[in-house]
């Protein structure tokens, strides 16, 4: 058995759990069958559904609790979401609710969920659309990290996972970017469990400081008002990219508004810009399109009387939590990419 299971194993041991809970999806049910053979079948019970973005919704979670109930799963029990974030969004939630909170741990399998989305202890459901607006802050007692698992995570996901590990870089680990930078072809064996735990340590310093996203937690989102707005223009388009794809693309235009506004010297985001196009295939927007996706930006939770607070990059390793963008600055954005920095 490998160590991260081996301490699964210890945590359950010194916890004494009468039961565990274990939630995951079928595809990776159906990869790693025999992951948890190491536990009794009279105490584990693992769960299955087919959970992907679209299954993030309160029918699912209704089932959950109902499958909680009749198994008669009560505060002794260990939940375990064993997944990518699609799993600990949702199982986050039901765990947080269920008998108002069981004990938690997060065990992620894909390169996003290692270093996103299990730490922090946001949760979330989509709700007609709306992506993650009922959820709330349940934090995972614990992280364990098998990076053998990325062996079988598609190239794109890996991509995926792989915008929020430069992100990490960008605002506050130069060494981590030069790391990243050097790579030449991703790969999961590319991936190393020190950057993960790199990853989750910078994560859980910034979320202790600011728990509930008022402030320092917020240079998290770097790249991530653009992304977000890129992500839902493409979402029903012949070409949809995934969230890490879209917020790569958004930290190359955050990044230029931070030179716009004197705060990031040019040689430093021509190399970003450089690094990101490296991995990463940049759509070819119309101004119409552009247009579009500054109206999605608009939409952002943080916007107030038509301005946007984002976060902006000072160097690389870098950031400040705060700085206001216009739909205009968008526009102008965009258009200033178009002409400087599809050559680089
Ligand atoms: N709560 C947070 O802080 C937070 C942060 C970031 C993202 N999220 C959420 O995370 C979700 C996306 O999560 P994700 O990117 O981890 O993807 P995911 O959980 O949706 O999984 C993507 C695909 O990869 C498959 N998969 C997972 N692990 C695998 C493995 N080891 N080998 C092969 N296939 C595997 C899954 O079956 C699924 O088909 C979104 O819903 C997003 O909102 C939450």
Not at 311 to 328: C, H, R, W, Y
Request: proline letters at 3%.
């Amino acid at each position: 058995m490998d160590d991260t299971r081996l301490q699964l194993k210890r945590y359950i041991v010194n916890h004494n759990f009468r039961k565990i809970v274990i939630l995951t999806d079928d595809t990776i049910l159906h990869l790693y069958s025999d992951y948890f053979d190491f536990l009794p079948d009279a105490k584990k019970l693992i769960i299955k559904v087919s959970i992907s973005e679209s299954a993030k919704k309160l029918s699912v979670c209704s089932q959950l609790w109902e499958t909680l109930i009749a198994h008669e799963i009560d505060k002794e029990a260990l939940w375990v979401n064993f997944g990518g974030g699609s799993v600990s969004d949702v199982g986050g939630f039901v765990a947080a609710t269920f008998k108002r909170g069981i004990h938690m741990v997060n065990y992620p399998t894909t390169l996003l969920g290692m270093i996103d989305a299990a730490v922090g202890g946001k949760n979330g459901i989509n709700i007609e659309n709306v992506k993650n607006v009922v959820g709330c802050y349940y934090f995972p007692k614990s992280i364990f990290i098998d990076s053998s698992l990325l062996k079988t995570l598609p190239y794109t996901e890996l991509l995926n996972g792989f915008a929020e590990l430069l992100k990490y870089g960008l605002i506050c680990d130069k060494q981590l970017w030069m790391e990243l930078k050097s790579i030449s072809s991703l790969k999961p064996q590319s991936i190393s469990k020190d950057w993960i735990q790199r990853a989750i340590a910078m994560k859980t310093e910034i979320v202790e400081k600011d728990p509930y996203d008022a402030h320092e937690r917020r240079i998290l989102n770097v790249g991530h008002t653009i992304g977000h707005a890129i992500e839902s223009f493409l979402m029903h388009s012949s070409l949809p990219i995934t969230h890490g794809h879209a917020v790569a693309i958004g930290i190359c235009y955050e990044a230029l508004f931070s030179f716009i506004k004197g705060k990031l010297a040019k040689d430093k985001l021509e190399e970003i810009w450089r690094v990101i196009r490296k991995f990463y295939e940049f759509p070819d927007f119309s101004s119409s399109d552009v247009m579009k996706i500054a109206e999605f930006c608009m939409q952002d939770k943080k916007i107030t009387q038509g301005v946007i607070s984002i976060p902006l990059l000072t160097d690389i390793g870098t950031a400040i939590p705060s700085e206001k963008m216009t739909k205009q600055d968008i526009l102008y954005l965009f258009d200033q990419a178009k002409m400087n920095f599809f050559n680089l």
